[in-house]
């Protein structure tokens, strides 16, 4: 999930105006550029209540659990990028001297008794006063748990 929200710079340029021919861009070069990542170590408490739409009723419950879930510290040996990306585990953005620092951080997660559904909210930022926070319904198909909505 951490390199889901990976972002390469830089960014693509902006698709062109009506009418005009789309400038061509080698989309391979920007995958291939691997960032310095920052991994928040610990896993921070939902303080808010979150409201699913009605089609997710069934996750409900576990909104409900995430709530009651306390900070944890991440065991950062389960962490790692299978593209390549360089992860520094820390707590703050200061915690990567350099250009571009993103973080990312993550939420407790809840999973129902059968283990086949969780809930949790993972962040992304750049600076202290940019960033966003994304929450993933996740499900277990064939042994494997999968995003079900972000």
């Known amino acids: 999930m951490i390199d889901e929200m990976v972002m390469p710079f830089p960014l693509p340029p902006p698709p062109p105006k009506e009418g005009s021919p789309a400038i061509k861009i080698n989309i391979d070069s920007l995958n291939k550029v691997k960032v310095k990542l920052i991994v928040d170590t610990t896993m921070f408490k939902v303080s808010s209540r979150i409201k699913l739409p009605e089609v997710y009723e069934e996750y409900d419950f576990l909104v409900k659990i995430l709530n009651t879930l ?81």
């Open 70 to 150: 306390q900070e944890k510290t991440i065991n950062t040996g389960w962490i790692k990028s299978e593209k390549g990306h360089q992860l520094i585990f820390g707590s703050s953005l200061e915690d990567y001297v350099g250009r571009y620092s993103q973080m990312v951080t993550i939420s407790r997660i809840a999973f129902n008794s059968k283990l086949d559904q969780a809930i949790l909210l993972a962040g992304h930022k750049t600076h202290e006063l940019a960033g966003y926070v994304n929450l993933y319904l996740l499900k277990k198909e064939n042994g494997k748990l999968f995003i079900k909505r972000m």
